[in-house]
C-alpha cells in the first residue's frame, strides 16, 4: 500500500477538543521551505543554547523553528515529493518553483540583508524566526541560528552581510552594547501621486555573531535580548506563555521523537493589531478592517494557533497537524452555543472520536477531506458578521 498523507487538524476549545478542518497561512513558512530544502548542515547533539521556545520573550506573537534542518531536509528527500523533485522531466517546473520561493524569501529576509542562500551555508543546529511586540505599536523580527561547525562561514557571511547593505546605500552606526553591528536603511521615498502615504519609519538591521549563535535583527535592542539568554534561557520566555503551553501538548500528542519536525505558532490577534500598527496604510485606503471586525465579533477568543510538520512518518509522507486554542468565555459552558460572543458562535465544531469517509468517495482519490460542523448554529450567527462588515443592520 502507498503511503499517504496524515492531515490532523483540531480546534481546541478547553477544556473539550473537538475537531475541525482550518488552514493557516503562516508566510514564513516559505521562506523556510525553500531555506530547509537547501540546508545539508551538520547537526551535533550538543545544541548552541536552548530550545528557541525557552529563548525568545513571552512577547512573541509568531515563531517557526526546526530543531534539525539537516535531518529535516533528508526526510523530505526519503518521501515521494523529494523523489517527484529530482526526477528529470520536473527539472523546469522544479526551477520555476524554486526562483518563485526565493523571491519571496527576498521580501522577508531581504531586509536584514540576507538571502535564503546565505542560511543554507551556515546553520549547525536550530534555525528560528520569532516576530516579537517589545511595546504597543512595534513589532521586531529576530532570526536566531545555531552554526556549531560552521564558524568560519558565519563570519565570512557577516563580511557579506555588510558589503551587501552597503551597496544598498546603508549607513553602519555605531556598536550595540559594542559587539553588535547596527546598519541603517535607507528610507524608502513615497511615490509622487501618494501624498497621503504613512511617515517612513527608520529601518535597522542588527547582527551579531558569538560562540556558534548567529542573530539576525530589526531591532537591536531585541537581538540583544537575545543574545544575553543565549546561555540559560529565559523565566519568561514563549514557552513560559498559557497559550504556548495548550496548544504545544495538544501539536506534540502522539508524535515521536525520532523524526525532525518544522513547528510553527501565531497568537493571531496580537500578530496583526502589531503588524498593522507598524505598517501603517495609507490614510485615503478605505474599507472595512476585517481584523477589528473579527475581533469586535468575538473571534478574538482564538488565542493561539500552533502546528508541526513532518515528512517520511513511518506510513506517512507527510504529517501535519494544526491547534487552535480558543477556550470558552469565562464563566461559559464549554459545550453550550453561546461559549463565544456574537458572530464567534459559528465555531463550533462537534466532537468526535474519527469521520470515515461516506461510500460515495472512490477508493482511488488522491485527496479527501470533511469535517463536521454545527451548519445551523453557523447561519443564525452569521448575521452579526454580514452587518458589521456592511456598516448597517438588516
Excluded at 47 to 68: G, K, L, R
Excluded at 202 to 230: I, M, S, W
Amino acid at each position: 500500500m502507498d503511503r499517504t498523507t496524515s492531515d490532523r487538524r483540531q480546534a481546541w476549545c478547553l477544556p473539550m477538543m473537538s475537531k475541525n478542518i482550518l488552514r493557516v497561512n503562516v508566510g514564513w513558512v516559505v521562506v523556510f521551505h525553500l531555506t530547509v530544502c537547501c540546508l545539508r548542515a551538520a547537526w551535533g547533539a550538543d545544541s548552541a543554547f536552548p530550545e528557541s521556545q525557552n529563548v525568545f520573550p513571552d512577547t512573541t506573537v509568531a515563531w517557526i523553528s526546526i530543531a534539525d534542518p539537516d535531518a529535516f531536509s533528508q526526510s523530505f528527500d526519503r518521501t515521494q515529493y523529494g523523489k517527484l523533485i529530482r526526477d528529470p522531466h520536473m527539472e523546469a517546473f522544479v526551477k520555476s518553483f524554486r526562483e518563485q520561493l526565493s523571491k519571496a524569501g527576498k521580501q522577508r529576509l531581504g531586509k536584514l540583508g540576507l538571502t535564503i542562500e546565505d542560511l543554507g551555508q551556515v546553520p549547525g543546529g536550530e534555525i528560528a524566526i520569532a516576530a516579537i511586540v517589545p511595546e504597543a505599536g512595534r513589532l521586531a523580527t529576530v532570526l536566531l541560528v545555531d552554526t556549531t561547525g560552521h564558524e568560519e562561514e558565519t563570519k565570512q557571511l557577516l563580511d557579506e552581510i555588510e558589503t551587501r547593505l552597503l551597496e544598498q546605500k546603508a549607513e553602519r552606526l555605531a556598536d550595540y552594547e559594542k559587539k553588535i553591528r547596527v546598519y541603517r536603511l535607507p528610507q524608502e521615498s513615497p511615490s509622487a501621486d501618494n501624498t497621503d502615504a504613512a511617515e517612513p519609519q527608520d529601518q535597522v538591521v542588527a547582527v551579531v555573531h558569538e560562540g556558534k549563535a548567529l542573530v539576525v535583527g530589526d531591532d537591536p535592542v531585541q537581538v540583544g535580548h537575545v543574545l544575553a539568554v543565549l546561555k540559560n534561557g529565559r523565566e519568561d520566555c514563549l514557552a513560559s506563555t498559557e497559550q504556548f503551553k495548550n496548544v504545544s501538548k495538544g501539536v506534540l500528542k502522539d508524535l515521536g521523537s525520532e523524526n525532525s519536525k518544522l513547528r510553527w505558532y501565531i497568537n493571531p490577534f496580537a500578530f496583526a493589531a502589531a503588524y498593522k500598527s507598524a505598517h501603517p496604510t495609507n490614510k485615503r485606503q478605505k474599507g472595512p478592517d476585517y481584523v477589528e471586525i473579527l475581533g469586535r465579533q468575538g473571534f478574538d477568543a482564538v488565542k493561539a494557533i500552533s502546528g508541526v510538520i513532518m515528512f517520511d512518518d513511518g506510513p506517512f509522507q507527510m504529517r501535519h497537524q494544526t491547534i487552535v486554542y480558543a477556550p470558552p468565555l469565562p464563566g461559559r459552558d464549554p459545550l453550550s452555543v453561546d461559549r463565544y460572543d456574537l458572530a464567534a458562535r459559528m465555531l463550533r465544531f462537534p466532537e468526535s472520536e474519527e469521520i470515515q469517509p461516506f461510500a460515495w468517495v472512490p477508493s482511488g482519490v488522491s485527496s479527501w477531506s470533511s469535517l463536521k460542523w454545527d451548519i445551523q448554529t453557523a447561519f443564525q450567527s452569521a448575521e452579526s458578521l454580514v452587518d458589521d462588515v456592511v456598516g448597517e443592520k438588516g
